[in-house]
């Protein structure tokens, strides 16, 4: 479904991603590892037009290189930045309104799927999104995302700051996801559930991908981990 192939990326002079290339199928969960400042979050802003870039972004046979970013979630992208960026002044019914591509929904999630995924959303729907805790404001981000029914979504750091028992949480909201046939580029530093819940992980470093393999070729890499991902 996506295709990266080539891609450089550049924050004015400073040349940050060096000829990326790497596929998410179908329905597949892709693990993108690394340490901060790897290019990970590049990576995904570069897919969703958001810094200037050349290559290959080749979304279902359509490339999207130079289409606003509004215009490439409309395609069926999805995008959960590391920030969040709920609207803290509405709430969190009304956050979950603005992701939906149209007002009369259709869409393959509803506003019950979303608050039976997370009881606590629907316990807040009248809430004002900006006194959420941190755990609920990544469960609103990533439903409203959803709620543009995206065919693929990309999760920059969704476990950050959270409680483990959240954390297991968003794990099992990811693996939801797969079996709706959603396909997932998640960007975590939380080995444990990128390795357990990922078909195929990538290692980033300097830029580039440095190893692409199953999770299991990757926890028999010793030299992989202490070079690229252990700090």
């Known amino acids: 479904m996506l295709k990266i192939e080539n891609l450089h990326a550049f924050y004015g002079k400073s040349h940050v991603l060096h000829g990326v290339h790497f596929n998410v199928g179908q329905g597949e ?6 340490r901060n400042g790897s290019g990970r979050s590049t990576t995904a802003k570069a897919i969703m037009g958001m810094v200037d870039c050349t290559g290959v972004v080749d ?24 920030n969040r960026d709920i ?3 509405l709430t969190v019914h009304q956050n ?3 992701g939906q591509k149209s007002a009369k929904g259709g869409g393959r999630w509803s506003f019950d799927d979303m ?19 941190g755990g609920e404001q990544q469960m609103l981000t990533l439903c409203r995302t959803l709620m543009g029914d995206p065919e693929l979504i990309i999760i920059d750091e969704p476990t950050e700051g959270l409680a483990p028992k959240i954390v297991e949480l968003v794990g099992e909201y990811l693996k939801k996801l797969k079996e709706k046939g959603i396909s997932v580029l998640l960007i975590e530093q939380k080995l444990t559930i990128a390795m357990s819940i990922s078909d195929r992980a990538l290692v980033m470093g300097h830029g580039s991908i440095v190893f692409e393999g199953t ?17």
């Open 215 to 231: 999770p299991d070729t990757l926890r028999a890499d010793a030299y992989i981990r202490k070079e690229w991902l252990e700090v």
């Open 115 to 133: 608050y039976e995924m997370f009881p606590r959303l629907k316990e807040r729907q009248h809430t004002e999104a900006g006194v959420l805790s």
């Open 29 to 34: 969960i892709v693990a993108l590892l690394g």
């Open 96 to 98: 979950l309104m603005l």
């Open 87 to 89: 609207f803290p002044k």
């Open 59 to 82: 979304w279902k046979g359509k490339h999207t290189l130079g289409m606003k970013p509004y215009e490439i979630a409309h395609l069926g992208l999805g995008y959960v930045p590391e």
